[in-house]
């Protein structure tokens, strides 16, 4: 029943280990085993265990340092411990240390039923979390397994049930439409109307106009009565999108709308109560745009009751093949053409590839792979990127992930070749000039160069 839990035994003497490996043989569960607790605290840091079974008494550590240390790295795992000589004072100590138990070393049924007791919470809090749902890599349309974009998945679930404001922040193409549907077709307002209303598509009086309507009469050619969009929407949803476009003499108006739940159409000298939810997107950062005296504070308080940050494509770059197969999947199909594949170099070009277009960007550039394509397997060639964009040596490298002088080197060959290779467009090609104006030697200009096959 347990049989997926990941148990380390750190062995110490030979009862306590008899006395685990039965109970560990009643609840079905099979350990890795240690004999050093030295050993089991490297394990401790490098692996996630979901208990650990140990002794009071070892060679080289206590079962309070081994509880310790498991609960610093590893808050998550359940620690049980075994004492030869059990006392009350070890007993409260162990427990307020956060021990999931303490078992006599040679009772049998207390220690099974101790495992049982953990693996059975375990289970009920791995069947509970989000995070193991098999619709994991997907939520409304929404394609992506990092830690984000999954974070963004239960912060969708979270605030979809309520009508409170949600603003929405991330560069052009991130999702910020898809993310704000997602909310509406998982809240209660799902049967009424989703509607989306682009404030940097619109000049400011016709805006207005759209989205509180006007009476007849308002304007020259206004013959009839207008319903704007907010009333549209009525029980329903609206996204402002681009909102940071909206004049501040707009952005007034709606806070007012927003304050009161209700609006007043162009022309009109009545209000209308309106129940809509508001969400919002930008593309820019709104707070900076307050503090420039762009946006109004106001508004943006009113606004950001949730905030959902799209990080852009290049910093979650481990969605990048979910995304290529969901896309490959979607325009093979919309094309009739066969369903294709991606190969391990095309694959490689596009995890190398900055996209500042984001996933809009490499939704493009699927499609046109699978139109380049002859065969099956989309190859490096039939991917189209904008070589102006591609990533840069220090980009495609985790740098974080190097030793400092291993990554220092990176950035300076990095370095190397832009400074040498515009400083030898600038002066013509000719050394002795690039030599004056960098004073660099012409033979460490000549060594750079030739290093990174510059003309
Ligand atoms: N995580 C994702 N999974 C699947 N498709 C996505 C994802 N993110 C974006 N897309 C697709 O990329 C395109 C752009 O997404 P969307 O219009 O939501 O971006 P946006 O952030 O609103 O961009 P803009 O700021 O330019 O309006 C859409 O076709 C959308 O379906
Ligand atoms: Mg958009």
Same mark, same amino acid.
């Given at each position: 029943?347990?049989?997926?839990?990941?148990?380390?035994?750190?062995?110490?003497?030979?009862?306590?280990?008899?006395? /685990?490996?039965?109970?560990?043989?009643?609840?079905?569960?099979?350990?890795?085993?240690?004999?050093?607790?030295?050993?089991?605290?490297?394990?401790?840091?490098? =692996?996630d265990?979901?208990?650990?079974?140990?002794?009071?008494?070892?060679?080289?550590a206590?079962?309070?340092? $081994?509880?310790?240390i498991?609960?610093?790295?590893?808050?998550?795992?359940?620690?049980?411990?075994? *004492?030869?000589s059990?006392?009350?004072?070890?007993?409260?100590?162990?427990?307020?240390?956060?021990?999931? +138990?303490?078992?006599?070393?040679?009772?049998? =049924?207390?220690?099974?039923?101790?495992?049982?007791?953990?693996?059975?919470?375990?289970?009920?809090?791995?069947? =509970?979390?989000?995070?193991?749902?098999?619709?994991?890599?997907?939520?409304?349309?929404?394609?992506?397994?990092?830690?984000?974009?999954?974070?963004? !998945?239960?912060?969708?679930?979270?605030?979809?049930?309520?009508?409170?404001?949600?603003?929405?922040?991330?560069?052009?193409?991130?999702?910020?439409?898809?993310?704000?549907?997602?909310?509406?077709?998982?809240?209660?307002?799902?049967?009424?109307?989703?509607? /989306?209303i682009?404030?940097?598509?619109?000049?400011?009086?016709?805006?207005?106009?759209?989205?509180?309507?006007?009476?007849?009469?308002?304007f020259?050619?206004?013959?009839?009565?207008?319903?704007?969009? $907010?009333e549209s929407a009525?029980?329903?949803?609206?996204?402002?999108?681009?909102?940071?476009?909206?004049?501040?003499?707009?952005?007034?108006?709606?806070?007012?709308?927003m304050?009161?739940?209700?609006?007043?159409?162009?022309?009109?000298?009545?209000?209308?109560?309106? *129940?809509?939810?508001?969400?919002?997107?930008?593309?820019?950062?709104? @707070?900076?745009?307050?503090?420039?005296d762009?946006?109004?504070?106001?508004?943006?308080? #009113?606004l950001?009751?949730?905030?959902?940050?799209?990080?852009?494509?290049?910093?979650?770059?481990? *969605?990048?093949?979910?995304?290529?197969?969901?896309?490959?999947r979607k325009?093979?199909g *919309?094309?009739?053409?066969?369903?294709?594949?991606? +190969?391990? /170099?095309?694959?490689?070009?596009?995890?190398?590839? #900055? @996209?500042? +277009?984001n996933?809009?960007?490499?939704?493009?550039?699927?499609?046109?792979?699978?139109?380049?394509?002859?065969?099956?397997?989309?190859?490096?060639?039939?991917?189209?990127?904008?070589?102006? !964009?591609?990533?840069s040596?220090? %980009?495609?490298?985790?740098? $974080?992930?190097?030793?400092?002088?291993?990554?220092?080197?990176?950035?300076?060959r990095?370095?190397?070749?832009?400074?040498v290779?515009?400083?030898?467009?600038?002066?013509?090609?000719?050394?002795? %000039?690039?030599?004056?104006?960098?004073?660099?030697?012409?033979?460490?200009?000549?060594?750079? /160069?030739?290093?990174?096959?510059?003309k």
């Open positions: 029943m347990f049989g997926g839990a990941v148990v380390l035994l750190v062995r110490a003497s030979a009862s306590g280990a008899t006395l /685990a490996a039965r109970a560990l043989d009643a609840v079905g569960v099979k350990a890795r085993k240690v004999a050093v607790p030295a050993e089991a605290l490297e394990l401790i840091r490098g =692996d265990f979901d208990v650990i079974i140990g002794e009071m008494k070892m060679d080289e206590t079962g309070l340092e $081994l509880l310790k498991a609960k610093t790295f590893r808050p998550e795992t359940d620690v049980v411990l075994l *004492d030869r059990p006392s009350v004072g070890a007993a409260v100590r162990v427990l307020s240390q956060g021990a999931s +138990g303490y078992v006599t070393e040679d009772n049998f =049924d207390a220690l099974a039923s101790s495992l049982r007791a953990v693996l059975a919470k375990r289970a009920l809090a791995s069947y =509970d979390s989000p995070a193991r749902e098999p619709e994991d890599s997907s939520f409304g349309g929404i394609v992506g397994a990092s830690d984000c974009v999954r974070g963004i !998945f239960q912060l969708i679930r979270k605030v979809a049930p309520s009508t409170a404001p949600v603003l929405i922040q991330g560069e052009s193409g991130t999702g910020k439409e898809l993310i704000a549907r997602a909310i509406h077709d998982n809240s209660p307002r799902r049967d009424r109307r989703f509607l /989306a682009n404030s940097a598509s619109l000049p400011e009086t016709l805006l207005e106009s759209e989205l509180f309507g006007y009476r007849r009469g308002a020259t050619g206004a013959q009839t009565d207008k319903m704007g969009l $907010l009525d029980g329903g949803s609206v996204l402002l999108d681009e909102i940071g476009s909206m004049s501040k003499q707009l952005q007034s108006k709606l806070l007012r709308a304050e009161e739940g209700e609006i007043m159409p162009v022309g009109s000298t009545e209000r209308v109560k309106v *129940d809509v939810r508001f969400l919002a997107a930008s593309n820019r950062d709104l @707070w900076e745009m307050v503090l420039s762009e946006f109004r504070k106001e508004l943006y308080y #009113r950001n009751v949730i905030e959902i940050d799209v990080p852009p494509l290049r910093d979650r770059k481990e *969605d990048i093949p979910l995304l290529t197969e969901h896309f490959l325009h093979c *919309d094309l009739g053409v066969q369903q294709k594949s991606v +190969g391990k /170099a095309a694959l490689r070009k596009l995890l190398g590839h #900055r @996209w500042p +277009g996933v809009r960007e490499l939704e493009n550039v699927i499609r046109r792979a699978i139109i380049l394509s002859k065969g099956p397997v989309i190859l490096a060639r039939d991917v189209q990127l904008q070589r102006s !964009f591609s990533a040596a220090s %980009e495609r490298a985790d740098l $974080l992930s190097m030793p400092y002088h291993k990554a220092k080197g990176v950035v300076e990095e370095f190397q070749k832009a400074y290779s515009r400083l030898l467009s600038r002066s013509g090609g000719k050394m002795k %000039e690039a030599a004056q104006r960098s004073g660099l030697s012409r033979q460490s200009i000549h060594q750079i /160069a030739k290093r990174h096959g510059l």
